[in-house]
């Protein structure tokens, strides 16, 4: 399903330079700007422009879906998902043995009524 253009969260900037970013604020849709999941539970109607007729000039045409990056973006996904899981047990640990480092350590308080 293409972008909803009438869901709450969807925001559409033109800039300068004639580029258009289209986006899902909150960022519930991954294939943004090209498509919205299907049954999105996030969806909601917009209801302060529900009866008026959009111009051009608001709603850019939406792009064309390349087809060269539909499984690269999976592939890029689960290697940085591979990576993360690889590294983040041994930064958990370091993490939490510094906390107890500091949580160990003596710390000097500042007496305020000596100067």
């Known amino acids: 399903m293409a972008m909803r253009e009438e869901c709450k969260h969807f925001q559409s900037r033109s800039y300068a330079n004639g580029e258009t970013a289209r986006f899902c604020v909150l960022g519930a849709a991954p294939d943004q700007p090209f ?39 999976e592939d890029v996904l689960a290697a940085a998902s591979e990576i993360v899981g690889a590294v983040a047990p041994q930064l958990f640990e370091e993490r939490r043995a510094q906390l107890e480092v500091d949580k160990n350590k003596s710390r000097r308080r500042w007496k305020f009524w000596e100067r």
């Not at 008026?52 to 973006?73: E, I, K, Y």
Request: proline content about 13%; glycine content about 8%.
């Open 35 to 73: 498509s919205c999941p299907d049954s999105c539970v996030m969806y909601e109607r917009r209801f302060a422009d529900v009866g008026w007729d959009h111009g051009t000039l608001v709603s850019p045409p939406t792009p064309t879906v390349p087809d060269s990056t539909a499984g690269s973006r």
